[in-house]
């Protein structure tokens, strides 16, 4: 699974659905053997991003390169899968002959044992998918996209409707294979899928990319820290008139400060207050989303 182009190349694409553009002049470029988490609110236009990426969906404007080629070239080689939320199973089969029925689609593909221990689901080959948990046909679709064994792996939620072991189980077979050079893009609502597993994360907002580095990169843009303490009865309008408080949120008997001078605050709430228990965190992967992902920007 190696490759002198780069896995993907989306450049100036857009599309439109009437009034409504959904993806906004984004240009991306994605190394072979990259982990991508592409993230964004409902609406940003991840969805539409995939479905341009995958073939499934023409652009408007702009250019899309997948391994060198079209995605359609890809596709038909077999050097891209996808695993999406929804649909392509028939219920009355059992999960082994949705494999073995898929397998013959393929010039030359992995063995089925193989692609189901892989997913998770070789104990479930005897049974029949309409019989199958959510999590286990979303087990049975990453078992599908395996059998190829494809130079690039596109995701759209993937762990929807898994249990949190499952999910695990998922994410540490994926990171085996891009370990091994296989290239994975993944859109999810999971946040802390992307905080662990990412490489790079990409976050997009009205069908544009406002965001693209490292977790650590993309954490640092949220500037600031969290000041959690213990404050029974805690005077939420006085502290968010504190200087350089961003935020104050009320849990119970808990508050939590956003703040651009973490030490003031703590020093406040310990000498102006009955406040205990107090700590002071960095901003999480979640800040940094909220912040990037729902700021009203000029011109978006």
């Known amino acids: 699974m ?3 182009h780069q896995a993907v190349e989306l450049h100036g694409l857009t599309k439109t659905f009437g009034a ?11 190394q072979p053997g990259e982990v991508v988490a592409f993230l964004g609110p409902n609406g940003a236009g991840k969805t539409t991003t995939i479905d341009m990426l995958l073939g499934l969906a023409r652009p408007d404007a702009g250019t899309v390169r997948v391994l060198g080629g079209t995605p359609d070239e890809a596709v038909a080689r077999g050097r891209v899968a996808a695993v999406l939320q929804t649909g392509g199973l028939l219920k009355d089969l059992t999960v082994g002959e949705t494999v073995e029925m898929t397998a013959h689609f393929y010039r030359h593909t992995r ?6 221990e892989r997913a998770g689901i070789a104990d479930l080959a005897g049974r029949v998918v309409g019989r199958c948990s959510g999590g286990q046909q979303q087990r049975l679709r990453f078992a599908l996209a395996l059998l190829p ?3 690039l792996m596109v995701l759209d939620e993937p762990t929807t409707g898994m249990d949190v072991e499952g999910r695990r189980d998922f994410w540490q077979a994926l990171r085996r294979d891009a370990r091994a050079g296989r290239t994975v893009i993944f859109a999810t609502h999971y946040l802390d899928e992307a905080d662990a597993y990412a490489d790079r994360i990409v976050l997009v907002r009205q069908g544009r990319v ?3 580095g490292t977790t650590a990169e993309i954490k640092n843009l ?3 820290r969290t000041v959690r303490a213990t404050l029974p009865g805690a005077d939420q309008a006085a502290l968010a008139a504190l200087p350089g408080v961003d935020a104050v949120e009320v849990r119970g008997d808990s508050v939590l400060v956003r703040t651009g001078d973490s030490d003031a605050i703590a020093r ?15 901003r999480n992967l ?5 912040a990037l992902t729902t700021a009203q920007q000029t011109g978006a």
């Open 2 to 4: 190696t490759s002198t």
């Open 286 to 290: 979640e800040d940094a989303f909220l």
């Open 149 to 151: 064994d494809p130079d």
């Open 111 to 116: 063995p089925a044992a193989e692609v189901l």
């Open 268 to 282: 406040h709430l310990l000498t102006r207050t009955d406040a205990r228990d107090v700590e002071i965190t960095s």
């Open 20 to 30: 409504v553009t959904a993806v906004d002049g984004l240009s991306l470029r994605v």
């Open 222 to 224: 949220a500037a600031g």
């Open 210 to 212: 406002v965001a693209d």
